[in-house]
């Protein structure tokens, strides 16, 4: 059975830091590009963060960059999202998505998903 598993999301007044997690299993993690795909209450998906599956390519919407770094651990099968200076607006819904030849800098075309976990940035 194929999962993700996101963790790491909560609570934090603005300009704090949180790390994301998600756990991947029941795939080949290693040849997999990773993205962060947000959601917000009444928005669509939003792309965040992409990472090609030997790790040295990484991306980012305009709307993070120089504040989100993603990383992946493939011997651990897992990707991270460390978010620092966090801002009201990035308030969202936040999952983590697989793809084997979707290039990992869109909000679609993913063959996996996971069921996300919130981040709240409120003072």
């Known amino acids: 059975e194929v999962q993700l598993v996101e963790s790491g999301g909560g609570l934090v007044q603005p300009g704090g830091s949180l790390r994301l997690s998600c756990a991947a299993s029941g795939f080949t993690f290693g040849i997999y590009g990773m993205s962060w795909v947000r959601q917000a209450p009444g928005n669509g998906p939003e792309w965040v963060s992409g990472i090609y599956s030997g790790g040295s390519s990484t991306y980012y919407a305009d709307s993070v960059k120089g504040r989100f770094t993603i990383s992946r651990d493939n011997a651990k099968n897992t990707v991270y999202l460390q978010m620092n200076s966090l801002k009201p607006e990035d308030t969202a819904v936040y999952h983590c998505?697989?793809?084997?030849?979707?290039?990992?800098?869109?909000?679609?075309?993913?063959?996996?998903w996971g069921q996300g976990t919130q981040v709240t940035v409120s003072s």
């Open positions: 998505a697989a793809s084997v030849r979707t290039a990992p800098t869109t909000p679609a075309g993913y063959n996996y």
